[in-house]
């Protein structure tokens, strides 16, 4: 285990010390480049007056909420799609044209819509998360072999049972694939839709911070979005390697 | 043999939609099967054995013809594939406990019922292995502990050595007629070993090259149990000389 993170400290360690080098030999001013230590104490101040806590919960709540829906729409839709040739051909231009608008460019219209609260940031979410898992659950059931199916019908199994022992387990592992790449891109999701316009939020933070000079507080907003990103990567990766332990 | 037929075949024939008409893969077929009895069907690849073997199990409808089974219901099956067809995320155990589940037995009796069949077929030690681990001859036993462990009515086994080296497949036919033996089984198996077929059927029928029709209905009467020794004997070479004269 310390064998293992090792390498991560080393380069964490030269990270910060090429950073605190650059801020210190370059002179470049704090309000442009803060310094480990000035960002360092921006956050325990964040974290003291309770402000960081809350709104991290916010953006963690729009994150949770935005996954839980997106990848809930993009499992049953990818699900009907895979099982279906005709559907697919009638609802595939869609989702393909869907995907040619970026999310920022729509973020705007969400929030005039749905109001500048939580349910924006939790629909943008979930729309930014939608494709990846859709694609991955499309791809994962559909490479299901068929002799597997013709097993089960032999054995006269139901449908439910050919769904839970054979299309899940064996559509897991792209599932997963996609899951991982859907969770990273929520965390972007909740931020764009905070920096259209929000009232709290790391997204709202973060702009607060940049309005005011106060580029620690931006760094520090930006280092937390880096934590939850990797935080829900981990969780991912650890079903993965909980459910995924036949493969390697 | 005096009891009526566990299964009846009428005129049964296989059409597969192509660009010319239909490949005809099986033409007019008609035979019966009686209770315990071991047929093996015998032809040059593409004859149609497997698409019989398919059409039985209920996998695919005839295009014309029909087959009834003895009490007239559906019995149940137990079907070894061409390949072992096992699902790599299951264990050896679990592999073969799918049909116990399938049928909801409770869990109490199927772990019994798997530690017999594993004993049967040779597997202790690899209880717990996966798929991936097993050699073709192991992973083709778990697939036969599988299709015997609910006790079928009828075991459909498609040329379930043929990816097996000389003298495990000589073990296995060894080991298949005791368990067929020792279990009562109607067994129909496709094979295109001439040795095969009179070392383990009451009764062989030879299938014309596309499309197949049945060309010998030959019954085996060599005595059981049948040891090695059983293929150097002059009525053993008189049967195999008629199928090879049978098949060309
Ligand atoms: N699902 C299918 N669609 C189209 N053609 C098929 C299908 N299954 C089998 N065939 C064709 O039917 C013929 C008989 O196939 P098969 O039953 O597998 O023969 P065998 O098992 O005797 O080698 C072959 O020419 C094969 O290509
Ligand atoms: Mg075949």
Same mark, same amino acid.
């Given at each position: 285990?310390?064998?293992?993170?090792?390498? +991560?400290?080393?380069?964490?360690?030269?990270?910060?010390?090429?950073?605190?080098?650059?801020?210190?030999?370059?002179?470049?001013?704090?309000?442009?480049?803060?310094?480990?230590?000035?960002?360092?104490?921006?956050?325990?101040?964040?974290?003291?007056?309770?402000?960081?806590?809350?709104?991290?919960?916010?953006?963690?709540?729009?994150?949770?909420?935005?996954?839980?829906?997106?990848?809930?729409?993009?499992?049953?839709?990818?699900?009907?799609?895979?099982?279906?040739?005709?559907?697919?051909?009638?609802?595939?231009?869609?989702?393909?044209?869907?995907?040619?608008?970026?999310?920022?460019?729509?973020?705007?219209?969400?929030?005039?819509?749905?109001?500048?609260?939580?349910?924006?940031?939790?629909?943008?979410?979930?729309?930014?998360?939608?494709?990846?898992?859709?694609?991955?659950?499309?791809?994962?059931?559909?490479?299901?072999?068929?002799?597997?199916?013709?097993?089960?019908?032999?054995?006269?199994?139901?449908?439910?049972?050919?769904?839970?022992?054979?299309?899940?387990?064996?559509?897991?592992?792209?599932?997963?694939?996609?899951?991982?790449?859907?969770?990273? +891109?929520?965390?972007?999701?909740?931020?764009?839709?905070?920096?259209?316009?929000?009232?709290?939020?790391?997204?709202?933070?973060?702009?607060?911070?940049?309005?005011?000079?106060?580029?620690?507080?931006?760094?520090?907003?930006?280092?937390?979005?880096?934590?939850?990103?990797?935080?829900?990567?981990?969780?991912?990766?650890?079903?993965?390697?909980?459910?995924?332990?036949?493969?390697? | 043999?005096?009891?009526?037929?566990?299964?009846?075949?009428?005129?049964?024939?296989?059409?597969?939609?192509?660009?010319?008409?239909?490949?005809?893969?099986?033409?007019?077929?008609?035979?019966?099967?009686?209770?315990?009895?071991?047929?093996?069907? =015998?032809?040059?690849?593409?004859?149609?054995?497997?698409?019989?073997?398919?059409?039985?199990?209920?996998?695919?409808?005839?295009? /014309?013809? /029909?087959?009834?089974?003895?009490?007239?219901?559906?019995?149940?099956?137990?079907?070894?594939?061409?390949?072992?067809?096992?699902?790599?995320?299951?264990?050896?155990?679990?592999?073969?406990?799918?049909?116990?589940?399938?049928?909801?037995?409770?869990?109490?009796?199927?772990?019994?019922?798997?530690?017999?069949?594993?004993?049967?077929?040779?597997?202790?030690?690899?209880?717990?292995? =996966?798929?991936?681990?097993? /050699?073709?001859?192991?992973?083709?036993?778990?697939?036969?502990?599988?299709?015997?462990?609910?006790?079928?009515? =009828?075991?459909?086994?498609?040329?379930?050595?043929?990816?097996?080296?000389?003298?495990?497949?000589?073990?296995?036919?060894?080991?298949? /007629?005791?368990?067929?033996?020792?279990?009562?089984?109607?067994?129909?198996?496709?094979?295109?070993?001439?040795?095969?077929?009179?070392?383990?059927?009451?009764?062989?029928?030879?299938?014309?090259?596309?499309?197949?029709?049945?060309?010998?209905?030959?019954?085996?009467?060599?005595?059981?149990?049948?040891?090695?020794?059983?293929?150097?004997?002059?009525?053993?070479?008189?049967?195999?000389?008629?199928?090879?004269?049978?098949?060309?």
């Amino acid at each position: 285990m310390i064998k293992r993170f090792t390498p +991560l400290f080393l380069s964490t360690f030269a990270f910060l010390l090429g950073w605190d080098l650059l801020t210190r030999l370059s002179g470049i001013p704090n309000f442009i480049l803060p310094s480990p230590l000035s960002v360092w104490t921006r956050f325990l101040k964040a974290m003291n007056d309770g402000s960081l806590p809350h709104h991290t919960a916010i953006t963690l709540t729009e994150i949770v909420l935005g996954l839980i829906v997106g990848v809930t729409f993009a499992t049953i839709v990818g699900y009907m799609l895979a099982k279906s040739r005709s559907l697919e051909k009638v609802l595939s231009p869609y989702l393909v044209a869907s995907q040619a608008i970026p999310v920022i460019a729509i973020a705007p219209l969400l929030v005039i819509w749905l109001g500048d609260g939580i349910l924006s940031k939790v629909v943008i979410c979930a729309l930014i998360v939608f494709f990846p898992v859709l694609v991955n659950t499309i791809v994962g059931v559909r490479a299901v072999p068929t002799a597997l199916y013709d097993l089960m019908n032999s054995l006269h199994a139901s449908r439910a049972q050919i769904l839970m022992k054979v299309e899940v387990p064996a559509s897991l592992p792209v599932f997963l694939g996609g899951l991982r790449i859907g969770a990273t +891109l929520s965390v972007i999701g909740a931020i764009v839709g905070e920096l259209v316009d929000a009232e709290s939020g790391l997204g709202f933070l973060l702009q607060l911070g940049d309005f005011q000079y106060d580029t620690p507080m931006v760094f520090v907003a930006v280092f937390t979005l880096i934590a939850l990103a990797l935080m829900l990567y981990g969780i991912v990766r650890v079903l993965e390697n909980r459910f995924l332990k036949w493969q390697n | 043999m005096p009891h009526t037929p566990i299964l009846t075949i009428r005129n049964l024939s296989a059409v597969f939609p192509n660009d010319n008409g239909g490949l005809h893969a099986l033409e007019n077929i008609s035979f019966k099967v009686h209770p315990r009895e071991f047929v093996c069907v =015998l032809g040059p690849s593409g004859s149609g054995k497997t698409t019989l073997l398919r059409i039985l199990a209920g996998l695919i409808p005839p295009t /014309s013809g /029909s087959f009834t089974f003895g009490r007239g219901e559906q019995p149940s099956i137990g079907m070894v594939f061409q390949q072992a067809t096992l699902m790599p995320w299951r264990t050896v155990v679990e592999n073969i406990k799918l049909p116990l589940e399938v049928e909801k037995m409770d869990e109490a009796a199927a772990r019994k019922k798997t530690n017999e069949m594993i004993e049967l077929v040779g597997l202790k030690g690899f209880e717990d292995s =996966l798929p991936r681990d097993l /050699s073709g001859g192991m992973a083709q036993r778990v697939a036969i502990a599988r299709a015997l462990i609910h006790d079928p009515d =009828l075991l459909l086994l498609d040329e379930p050595f043929a990816s097996l080296d000389a003298l495990t497949r000589e073990r296995m036919w060894t080991e298949l /007629s005791h368990i067929w033996q020792a279990r009562q089984k109607t067994v129909i198996m496709v094979t295109h070993s001439i040795n095969e077929s009179l070392f383990l059927a009451d009764r062989v029928l030879v299938l014309t090259q596309r499309p197949g029709k049945i060309k010998m209905d030959m019954p085996v009467d060599l005595p059981r149990p049948r040891k090695d020794e059983i293929r150097y004997t002059s009525q053993f070479g008189k049967l195999a000389k008629k199928l090879r004269g049978a098949i060309e």
